[in-house]
């Protein structure tokens, strides 16, 4: 099954790649390119042809996501454990939440450049913004599908508060908990890069948002295939957390 669901795959990416390289040799050669003349620009990119200082960009970049979804965790995880252990406080704050994580996070962004300015707190501030809320909602779901009953016969064994956290709480609310940690990684990575495009002097999405404005569409698509590499191995890294995860609630 799992030969032939990677089969599968394949045959979908080489009839994507396909039908990109004949509609890219028949569109305007100045906004469209086939992935025939993308692997080339992506072999410039990387051998720092094109872009010599590549790789101080994507550090930046790293570093971004690193801080703000270490402040997403921590301001997520304190936030939402105040709300859940609290029913009054997460029944009064807990839909303003919902609501403000509802609305585009898009519009926040121009409040923050103008905040922060245009160099990296802007971007971590708004990587934060995005990573905050699924973090702080999944750990209030979590703590709310946690069974009462099985608190109280914890508790009725002499279980403390630590205790019945550790051994009750956490283990009934680790894989949404995971989930939302996750989800928050994802939109952490994505918030800090989508900010660098909207304004940023360096980082991935400025050199994104420069090959751009330049028409350099074959470098433009190389450098969205790093970020995207960027993003697709934090989200496999944030997979294998969530699978361990999930075979130690087992």
């Known amino acids: 099954m799992t030969t032939r669901i990677v ?8 009839g994507l790649l396909g039908a990109w390289e004949i509609a890219g040799r028949l569109a305007n050669p100045l ?10 620009a992506l072999g410039r990119l990387l051998a720092l042809h094109s872009y010599p200082d590549l790789a101080e960009h994507l550090l930046l970049t790293l570093r971004e996501i690193v801080v703000a979804y270490g402040l997403a965790i921590a301001a997520g995880l304190g936030g939402g454990f105040a709300l859940g252990f609290n029913r009054l406080v997460g029944r009064a704050y807990g839909p303003i939440l919902a609501a403000l994580y ?6 926040w962004y121009p409040s ?3 905040f922060f300015g245009l160099d990296a707190a802007s971007k971590i501030a708004f990587g934060f913004l995005l990573g905050f809320f699924p973090i702080t909602l999944a750990v209030l ?3 709310r599908q946690v069974s009462p009953q099985m608190l109280v016969v914890a508790r009725a064994f002499g279980a403390d508060g630590l205790t019945a956290f550790r051994k009750v709480t956490l283990p ?7 989930g939302g940690l996750r989800t928050g990684l994802a939109l952490t990575v994505i918030g800090v890069i989508v900010g660098e495009i909207l304004g940023s002097k360096s980082g991935m999405g400025s050199l994104i948002n420069h090959a751009y404005g330049l028409f350099r569409t074959a470098d433009y698509i190389a450098l969205v295939v790093v970020t995207l590499v960027l993003i697709v191995g934090s989200d496999a890294l944030a997979a294998v957390v969530e699978h361990r995860a999930q075979r130690w609630i087992e």
């Open 7 to 14: 089969l599968i795959r394949v045959a979908i990416l080489v």
């Open 31 to 40: 906004l469209y390119v086939p992935p025939s003349a993308v692997v080339p």
């Open 172 to 178: 009934a609310m680790l894989f949404t908990l995971v």
């Open 112 to 114: 923050l450049m103008l």
């Open 102 to 107: 509802a609305v585009p996070a898009v519009v």
């Open 141 to 143: 779901a979590g703590i």
